[in-house]
């Protein structure tokens, strides 16, 4: 289940660290050792760095400004930029890139193509989703927010909600029912929508954390020309399942190399403070580490799929449901070891509200208490534990489905 490295594939492991040796401070030692002015200004000036190189979209075709790499060279160059410690892309390239990008790329007109492609790879454009609604999350098929042809474009009127980095964005791809007589996987469309007119209006929505990287996304009477339909009208269901596919094979790369790190990064401050001497928090940080290293076998396995050119069906819910209940213990674990002391966050938070702090974070109570916080969101978001578990139970085990 381990990925074969050969020579050549070795011999281009170390391009890339020349490559990051050459662009890195001589002192670097993570993102994580900057402050949160320092991140963001850094991510902006990288973004450019990785644009000029081509290693923005890396896998994509040469011809539309990626980087033509390898499925295997594609997940080198993941693990490399894990250990370092540098982002992949910009904020929002997870969205612009990871998802529409490549969905562009199988569903996409060839206009759709050399018009939004560009943008994309240049920042001009930067993308949030539009899926989840306040009834329609996990059953993401109930969704109710419409769109009715008026001629050339679409008329769009409804809600989304848990709108990852959407005020940020200035472009949402948004999934919309298109014929409301259709069942219900079948008449969905997934459109193309300009975010800055007077019919889309966010509101951020405040975390227990205290960011707001989740939006309400308002729709009202919003257009969007009768081109951005991205594989067809009424065929939405089977794009969207295609764009959740796309992010799994990274993140099976990086996932275990960041909860690694981030474990490590629990042990060294168990033993500054004393707990490594307590044989109950030894049992939990023993059972913490173990997972980490079952989760890096995970990661291989489903590697293995991306690297011979499957896409994950439904057991990549195991990789996602595995890592996300993880977390939430291993957190646990952090602030029962910070004691009292995580009652008052001090230091450093987090860059980002989803996953681990970033790699050479510090043992800092701002840290792990916000991560702490998160952590809870990760067994909801991109399909809740429980929907992950019926997943399982009925694609993969053939268990009988869930009674309504």
């Not at 080198?76 to 892309?89: D, K, N």
């Not at 674990?333 to 860059?351: F, N, Q």
Request: with cysteine; charged share 20%.
């Amino acid at each position: 289940m381990q990925p074969t490295y050969s020579a050549e594939a070795e011999r281009y492991r170390e391009s890339v660290r020349a490559f990051l040796a050459d662009k890195l401070p001589a002192n670097w030692k993570g993102i994580g050792g900057l402050s949160t002015e320092e991140t963001e200004h850094f991510t902006r000036q990288w973004r450019v760095t990785l644009y000029e190189a081509g290693y923005l979209a890396p896998g994509w075709p040469k011809e539309y400004g990626g980087g033509g790499l390898s499925s295997l060279e594609q997940v080198i160059l993941a693990e490399e930029f894990t250990r370092a410690g540098v982002p992949t892309g910009g904020s929002n390239d997870v969205f612009s890139i990871g998802m529409l990008g490549n969905t562009l790329l199988m569903w996409g007109t060839e206009e759709q193509k050399r018009h939004y492609i560009p943008r994309i790879l240049s920042g001009e454009d930067i993308w949030c989703q539009g899926y989840s609604e306040p009834n329609a999350g996990s059953d993401l098929a109930n969704l109710g927010t419409r769109a009715v042809l008026d001629g050339d474009q679409w008329i769009i009127n409804g809600q989304k909600i848990w709108t990852s980095a959407g005020h940020l964005a200035d472009h949402i791809f948004v999934l919309c029912r298109t014929d409301t007589d259709a069942p219900r996987h079948k008449g969905i469309s997934f459109l193309l929508c300009d975010m800055r007119q007077p019919g889309v209006e966010v509101r951020p929505i405040k975390m227990m954390s205290g960011d707001s990287e989740f939006n309400e996304t308002f729709f009202t009477d919003a257009v969007a020309p009768k081109e951005n339909v991205v594989g067809g009208v009424n065929n939405g269901w089977a794009v969207a399942m295609t764009l959740l596919g796309f992010e799994r094979g990274e993140a099976a790369a990086t996932l275990p190399l960041r909860f690694a790190a981030e474990v490590e990064r629990l042990l060294a401050m168990a033993s500054e403070r004393g707990a490594a001497n307590d044989p109950r928090f030894r049992q939990r940080l023993a059972w913490c580490y173990s997972k980490t290293r079952i989760m890096q076998w995970l990661g291989w396995r489903q590697l293995t799929q991306f690297l011979r050119g499957h896409h994950p069906g439904p057991d990549g819910s195991i990789f996602k449901l595995y890592w996300s209940e993880y977390h939430r213990i291993v957190t646990e674990l952090a602030i029962d070891i910070l004691g009292p002391d995580a009652m008052i966050p001090e230091g450093r938070r987090p860059s980002s509200a989803f996953q681990t702090d970033d790699v050479g974070a510090p043992n800092s109570t701002g840290s792990w208490g916000n991560v702490f916080l998160n952590a809870r969101a990760g067994t909801i978001y991109a399909g809740t534990s429980q929907v992950q578990r019926n997943i399982l139970g009925e694609m993969v085990l053939g268990l009988p489905k869930e009674p309504r």
